[in-house]
């Protein structure tokens, strides 16, 4: 009735657009609901913003009038770096057109009780604070508050979710035999097939609920990669060939009723006929996606149990946050942040790596060009590996087009599982597993010169400069790990950076 009463509000204050402010957990559930549920009538179309780069934030921004939208900011544990600075620019915007005074009635705050975004949020003025159950790890949380008060925001009917929901919940309780709870039969099938060496779980989403893999790669990734053990999922991957596909993968293919693609279909049929396990899960409609929530929540603390780690822990995301606080710390006092020296530097890009991974390159034939060093890197991705593509850029069509051609290439090349992610935002996600994870991945960074900077209100570091420690954050707590790393820095025109490091991929994969 609460979450009711707040949408009936909501809608009362005419709002054209509403923003999700939040990392991880905090986003990527709203953004599944906010790209599988069509806008509703006289409620706000709901955003998702997480994201550090600068041309990011500025296009989310142009696309939005700041005096008529309402702000989530949502955070677990409140002291999260990006919904943080997120926060205090939007803030700032707001002020500017409405006044510092009005400012509070177009922030709401979704927290853990006590938190410091909770006082944060009590001292500015906010409008609403909704306390998140902090027995619930982020991941899980898209059925609390963190998912729900969104869902609200924008009109879904979250009475109609959880009545859906429960059922799945039911059907999952200690009192349904293992054979007949789909939660568990899931988790079992997650677990011993990873166990048996086919941990790269392969999502595929179809066209009604294209976002979903990017919530449940979080949760499996998050959950289960620690301890050098987990399952690597894999999202957003095109069906290809059986041919392309190792002994490594274990499919999930979920779609809504009535949805049929028949290429698909006989693609799918192909890998059955080839020996890959696949799991087919068909949803009533996309009003019963939190039944799916629920039973991937489940099967996956189950898959964790069978595998042997603790699913409720993240045990390797916090290194990478400090590293980056102690990199934005030096640069709010020195105005710079540390000098680095590039392995390699043309005009178009710089390359960097540790000692050890610079020896290894070295030996694998790494000299002159951008394509020596990328084939000395590649050719390091065996049978049973990964290839993660890690790009702090601008989460756009554009540039999710540039990076699903770079990886196709490297799997149909390599015959490897493939990940083509946005920082920093993967860092709050799979990042858990490519750090605490198997030792399987290959790993290519990818940062660029911002075109525009933005600053963050009250501090010297700018978000391109927050952007830039998290990508350097991330890289050395990589190779700290031992684990196979290289970071191209690609300078001037991104597209066009983009673009020369496409071909050069080609060229490294092509001259083998």
Known sequence: ADYEDFARRV???NFTDAVVLGMGGSSLGPEVLAQTFAKKPGFPKLHVLDSTDPAQVRKLQASIDVAKTLFIVSSKSGGTTEPNVMKDYFFARVSEAIGADKAGHRFIAVTDPGSSLEKAAIRQGFARVFRG????GGRYSVLSPFGLVPAATAGIDVRSLITHTLSMVRSCGPDVPPNENPGVQLGLAMGLAGVEGRDKVTILSSRKIADFGAWAEQLIAESTGKEGKGLIPIEGEPLGDPTVYGHDRFFIDIRTEGENDHAHDEKLSALEKAGHPVVRIVMKSIDHIGQEFFRFEMATAVAGAIIGINPFNQPDVEDAKVK??????AFEKSGTLPAEQPVMSTAQADLYTDEKNLAALRKAGAYGDLGSWLKAHLSRADADDYFALLAYVERDAAHIEALQQMRLQVRDSRHVATCAEFGP?????????????PDSGVFLQITSDDAKDLPVPGQKASFGVIKAAQARGDFEVLTERGRRALRVHLKGDLKAGLKSLDVAITDALTHR
């Open 11 to 13: 809608k009362g204050q």
């Open 133 to 136: 159950d902090p027995t619930i």
């Open 324 to 329: 980056t606080r102690e990199l934005t710390a």
């Open 425 to 437: 935002r993967f860092l709050h996600s799979t990042g858990q597993a490519y750090k605490g994870g």
